[in-house]
Structures are given as C-alpha cells and as structure tokens.
C-alpha cells in the first residue's frame, strides 16, 4: 500500500518513485487494489488489464534501477477515458458498435503520458460518444458518484471523474465538447480544465464534434492537475487545429494571480434556476477572492441562455457527420450475408437511444430546406456569442461562477427528459462555443455532502492564468481534497 501522503498528491507520488521511495509496482498494484475493492461499486472502469499494467510499471522500475529517472509522470498511474485510443487495450466510447476495437495506435495525449513515465492504468465509462450529461447513456452500465452512490457522476466523462474522487486513480483524461470535462469534475468533487481549443491535439480522439471536442486533464486538486496540463499540452502537426506552443506551468504556479485581478461575475450565472447551495458557494469564493486583493465587476452576458440550443443544433450536426463512418465498412461489425441497406441498419442498429437522437436531429438540421434556418442560424449566434465574451474580457481577466446548476441528480432522475438533462450544461457550454479555456474546481460541499463546483473562465491562451487563480482560491478555501476512503451511500 501506498503512504497516505502519496495518494493524496500524484506530484509527490511521481517525486516519490523518481527518489525511490516507492517503486512503480506498489502503485501499481495500490491503485488496483483499490479498482477490485471499490469499483464494483462505482463502475468506473470499462477496463483494467492487471497484467498490462503491473509489466509498465515493472519496465519502469527497470529503468530507474540502471539510474534513469526522467518523466515528469514517473510511475503514476493515468486512467484514460475510453473514447482516447490506446494500444493493447480496447477504445469502445462505450458503445456495442466499437465493442471489439482495439486501436493500432496512442492518441497523441497517451503517448505523452507514456513518455513521461505514466503508467496506463485502465479505460474509464463515459455516455455513449461522449454524448451525454450523467454517464447513464453508456451502452455497458451507468457509473455511480462516489460520495452518493444513487446520484450520478456527471458526464460524458464520469467514469474518469469517479475514478479520481474515489481514489482510484491518481489523475484522470476526460474529454469536453460542452462540459464534458468540467461537469463531471464539479459533481465528483475534483478539478478539471477544459483548455483553450487547439492546446490539446485531438489526434486518437475519436470524433463527436470536431469543432468543440477537446481533451482535458483531471485531479484532486490544482497541483496535480498543473503537472498533467503541462505533459499533455502542446502543438501535434497530425492535428490541424493544433496551436504553437505550449501550457507555461511556470505562469501557473504564480502566487500573486489575485492580487489586482479583475473578476467578471454575469449576472446571468446566478438566476433564479441555481440552486441555493450552490449560489452561495460561489458567493464565498468571491469573497475570498476579493479579501486577497481581487476586484468584482458586475456584467451581463444576455447570450447565455442562448448557448444551450446554439450548442445542440452545432454539436448534432458534426455528430451526424461525424458518426456516418459507423456504417459497418469503414467501422463497426457488418453482416456479409445481408444487402448493403440492411447491413447498414443492423450495424447502426447498435447505437444507443441518446446517439441516435442527435445523430438524427443533426441530419435534420443539415438536410436541405432547414439548413439555413437551424444550421447557419445556430453558427451566427455562435459568432455572438464569442463576441459577447470578447466585449466580457475587455472589462475583466476571467469570468467566475458556478460549473453547475445544482449538486449531483439521482440516478434515473433526469433519464426520460432530455431537455432537463440538456440544461445540465447551461454554464459550461457557452466556453466551447467561443473556443476558450475554462476550469471547475471544488468549491464547497451541500447540506447532504455533494460537492459543489466553481467555474473560472478566460479568454484565448489564458490556461495558465486560470490555473493560477484556482490554485490560489484553492489554498484559501482549505477543502479535503483527499480521495475518499470508500464510495458512499452503497
């Protein structure tokens, strides 16, 4: 087992392997331990391969045992959300369509991990393509909140949430498209960045709407999930939209990023809808905020209600172009016996109900005679909307407010009402929209001990800035962010 001190900080978990204190295998095999334990309960993981992962940390022990130490990630387990292709172990986005696929190449972010010594621990569940609000739209099984196993994880990326509260995993990938990364994050208690549009390669994810879908780490807290942002950051030609440059973990780790920041608070962000809890949450970090030399500028951002149907008009379309390839030749099992038409209704027959909703709302909005009335409508109000946050940054350094309407829903609570589990995304979709980075981090706890998350948000290449003012705001706020001994509520 590891010392608690190590389970608590990847960052010092990778200081205590490179010192040898801990070898790669005792966190290796601490981590699965925890998975056979505790994730029966949770159903984090889609799969964890022992054998697969006590050989990586066994070859890294090797290496460090003929005196090579190098890798900002050495011995750290990694769980990897299962739409990121991974070599040896199967890429699902947990879907019967892609149940047996095994990719014959890493995204561009797990070879980053892998050459800085990370170890892959296993793919987590996640909704179906990543297209979903609570991880109850998997097509294997929903994932469980682990600080109250009857209400969700969040979604699309809720397994690898789950993983991270509960302690079974140190640090997490996830995937956002319209808050993939940060409502889940906000419902599990952890941190997670979504980055600038183009940080990231996108290269091995696979597609659900390529002009919104980024990856995003997460971790328990701002250090750990800085150490993540900084291997995985940077520009890949096999991606086109892949910006220059790199994550400056430096200008993250600043100590003075409240002192004189202006703070931008919409007060479309605190309507009647946000659950009173969470209002306040949000209102005590504004205080601290302001008690360490920030300043609060009041603004309107009238577009907001607005992003949700600009989103799913966007996002429908690019899925429904997106997903054709599933058509049983390019992708997904086919039947030889059966005429091409039939072959291709029995393969995509295997969607799930949520992705065959967008996929066809998305071949709607695209067909001819509605084009212009949904489509191109939906992308001029997307051009609004990222002049609405240009006019918000030319008054303010970054936007604060909540990541989500409300703690975590119970299970089943919101399944037979799409609109409602739409409106989950409220606060995190407008960002992607616009291309620009924005982070949740914990914040405070309800009255039942669901945790609360905050959302930071900045303009174009200001991921570092946001990295630094959470990490301020979070040394204030003083929260446990230790993993949980055991999911609760089972």
């Known amino acids: 087992m590891l010392p608690a001190d190590l389970t608590r900080s990847a960052t010092a978990l990778a200081a205590a392997v490179r010192a040898r204190r801990v070898t790669a295998r005792t966190a290796a095999d601490h981590y699965l331990g925890r998975i056979a334990a505790h994730d029966g309960a949770v159903r984090a993981f889609l799969h964890v391969d022992p054998a697969v992962v006590r050989a990586q940390a066994d070859a890294l022990d090797a290496r ?21 292709c991974t070599t040896g172990q199967p890429t699902t986005c947990a879907s019967k369509i892609l149940a047996d696929y095994r990719p014959p190449y890493d995204a561009h972010v797990v070879e980053r991990i892998r050459a800085e010594g990370g170890v892959i621990l296993g793919k987590t569940n996640l909704d179906e393509f990543a297209m979903g609000a609570s991880t109850e739209n998997s097509g294997v099984a929903a994932s469980r909140n682990p600080h109250d196993l009857k209400r969700v994880p969040g979604g699309s990326s809720g397994g690898s949430a789950a993983a991270v509260a509960a302690g079974l995993a140190p640090l997490a990938l996830g995937s956002d498209t319209g808050g993939s990364v940060r409502q889940p994050a906000a419902l599990c208690g952890i941190v997670g960045h979504r980055p600038t549009y183009g940080a990231l390669s996108r290269h091995g994810l696979i597609a659900f709407a390529s002009s919104l879908d980024q990856v995003g780490p997460m971790a328990l807290n701002l250090e750990d999930c800085t150490l993540l942002m900084a291997v995985i950051a940077g520009h890949d030609s ?121 996929i066809m709302l998305g071949t709607y909005a695209l067909s001819a005679g509605y084009y212009d009335a949904y489509y191109k409508k939906a992308l001029q109000v997307r051009a609004r909307i990222g002049e609405e946050f240009a006019r918000a940054f030319a008054r303010c350094d970054v936007l604060l407010g909540p990541t989500t309407p409300t703690p975590a829903f119970p299970l089943g609570e919101k399944s037979d009402d799409p609109v409602q589990m739409y409106l989950c995304d409220v606060f995190t979709a407008p960002a992607p929209l616009a291309g620009l980075p924005a982070l949740s981090m914990p914040c405070g706890k309800s009255k039942a001990g669901l945790p609360i998350g905050a959302q930071l ?22 929260l446990d962010l230790s993993p949980l001994e055991a999911p609760r509520g089972a």
């Open 64 to 84: 460090i045992a003929r005196g090579d130490t190098a890798g900002a990630l050495l011995g750290v387990p990694v769980a990897i959300k299962d739409n990121l």
């Open 238 to 358: 096999r991606d086109s939209t892949s910006r220059p440059g790199g994550f400056d973990a430096a200008a993250a780790r600043r100590d003075d990023a409240l002192s004189g920041l202006r703070i931008g608070v919409p007060a479309e962000y605190h309507s009647d809808a946000l659950d009173p809890e969470v209002r306040a949450a949000v209102r005590q970090l504004e205080d601290l905020a302001v008690g360490a030399g920030a300043r609060l500028v009041p603004l309107s951002m009238p577009l907001t209600p607005y992003a949700i149907p600009t989103y799913y008009l966007v996002v429908t379309s690019e899925a429904s172009s997106n997903l054709a390839r599933f058509d049983g030749i390019r992708y997904g099992p086919r039947d030889e016996q059966q005429e091409l038409a039939a072959s291709y209704a029995t393969t995509r027959r295997r969607f799930g109900d949520e992705v065959k909703r967008r």
């Open 457 to 478: 948000q900045g303009p174009t290449g200001a991921d570092a800035r946001l990295f630094a003012v959470a990490r301020a705001l979070e040394r204030r706020l003083a």
